[in-house]
């Protein structure tokens, strides 16, 4: 049974390279990649916190774009735990009456649709059975989900993601793709997940190719692939145990 360690990673590179992301106006992005056409897609899960709220906000103001007051919203909610408040809201530049109550009417809603914490923050990973449970409800989906799942150096969950929903393929899952949230995260090193809807465990070769391009993409940002594991309506299997990572 493989187990999981997270030595040789360097924090200072990803805090390097997390500097160097910045948020493109939301006008210079191609439509597939922008909030609306992307959740229409792929689902909300596949979103990161800024666009989010960038749907929350629809639009910007006159000389800040709708992307920048999304990414001041969402580090304010980091901040503050997501719990905004109207008067801190209303403090950024671009948040009006409207859009700060609608920001918070979002919150109460999912505390209260979602009082039951699904637990999965903080749940520590030591090895391939200890992801099962936070992958079920994808194990018997129709169409391939890829999930990433971000881990700080004690092997502890930060956050889990789908990235990509449908065929598998490298153009689809691209290492910005799946490291651009695992770099916000500060995470020391990550878990990829993916269905079967087939039902077999036999790793194909593009799931073979994929996982050793994301390894090295992984290698070179300082951030772990520490397993790639393929999961049924059955059963799972790890790449890392077949000897493929």
């Known amino acids: 049974m493989a187990t999981y360690t997270c030595s040789g990673i360097k924090p200072g590179n990803r805090n390097n390279l997390s500097g160097r992301i910045s948020m493109k106006k939301m006008r210079d992005l191609p439509n597939h990649d922008r909030p609306r056409e992307k959740l229409a897609s792929r689902g909300a899960e ?13 639009r910007g103001v006159k000389g800040r774009d709708v992307s920048q007051i999304a990414g001041e919203v969402a580090r304010y909610l980091k901040e503050n735990g997501g719990s905004p408040s109207y008067k801190e809201l209303l403090a950024i530049e671009g948040v009006g009456a409207a859009k700060a109550c609608e920001i918070m009417a979002s919150f109460e809603l999912g505390r209260r649709y979602l009082a039951d914490d699904d637990g999965v923050a903080g749940s520590r990973i030591t090895r391939p059975d200890d992801v099962l449970p936070l992958v079920s409800e994808w194990r018997d989906r129709k169409q391939e989900y890829f999930l990433c799942i971000t881990l700080n150096g004690a092997g502890e969950v930060i956050e889990r993601r789908v990235v990509t929903v449908g065929i598998l393929n490298q153009s689809l899952v691209h290492p910005r793709e799946v490291f651009a949230e695992a ?10 997940v993916h269905n079967h809807p087939s039902g077999t465990l036999e790793p194909s070769s593009q799931d073979i190719g994929i996982t050793r391009q994301l390894v090295e993409a992984g290698s070179i940002l300082g951030i772990r692939v520490l397993d790639h594991i393929i999961i049924t309506k059955k059963s799972h299997v ?7 990572l």
């Open 46 to 58: 596949a979103l990161t916190d800024v666009e989010l709220v960038a749907l929350l906000l629809g």
């Open 183 to 192: 770099i916000t995260d500060r995470a020391a090193s990550v878990i990829l």
């Open 238 to 244: 790890s790449l890392r145990e077949l000897g493929h």
